[in-house]
């Protein structure tokens, strides 16, 4: 069973940048596409930025294009998201998640496993 643990959330002011972490374990981390997704309150779910299995492709929401940056590191098993000049927008949960495919998607209904979330909160 995949199991992902994000670390890295906490609070910051506007134009700060801030670094998450997502640990991979349970299957073998290069078959997995990676991606994160936000949820703030009252709000559904919505992608930020995903990665392909080699990094060789990456996606991202056109809200953050610029300012955040995804990443993984297959020898350590983690994903990685650089979140730089951070907005007061950008206060959410943040989630994990992992798709059992080496092609990234944007849906959340194409991700099989989820992280429990960590917390981002921008203040001005």
């Known amino acids: 069973q995949v199991q992902l643990v994000e670390s890295g959330g906490g609070l910051v002011q506007a134009g700060d940048s801030l670094t998450l972490a997502c640990t991979f374990s349970?299957?073998?981390?290069?078959?997995?596409?990676m991606s994160w997704f936000r949820q703030a309150p009252g709000e559904d779910r919505k992608f930020v930025a995903g990665?392909?299995?080699?990094?060789?492709?990456?996606l991202y929401a056109d809200s953050v294009k610029g300012r955040f940056t995804i990443s993984r590191d297959n020898a350590k098993n983690t994903a990685y998201l650089r979140m730089s000049t951070l907005e007061p927008g950008d206060t959410a949960v943040y989630y994990c998640?992992?798709?059992?495919?080496?092609?990234?998607?944007?849906?959340?209904?194409?991700?099989?496993?989820w992280g429990q979330g960590t917390q981002v909160t921008v203040s001005p």
């Open positions: 349970g299957r073998s981390f290069v078959s997995y596409a």
């Open positions: 990665i392909n299995w080699n990094g060789d492709t990456t």
């Open positions: 998640a992992a798709r059992f495919s080496i092609v990234v998607v944007r849906g959340a209904d194409g991700y099989d496993y």
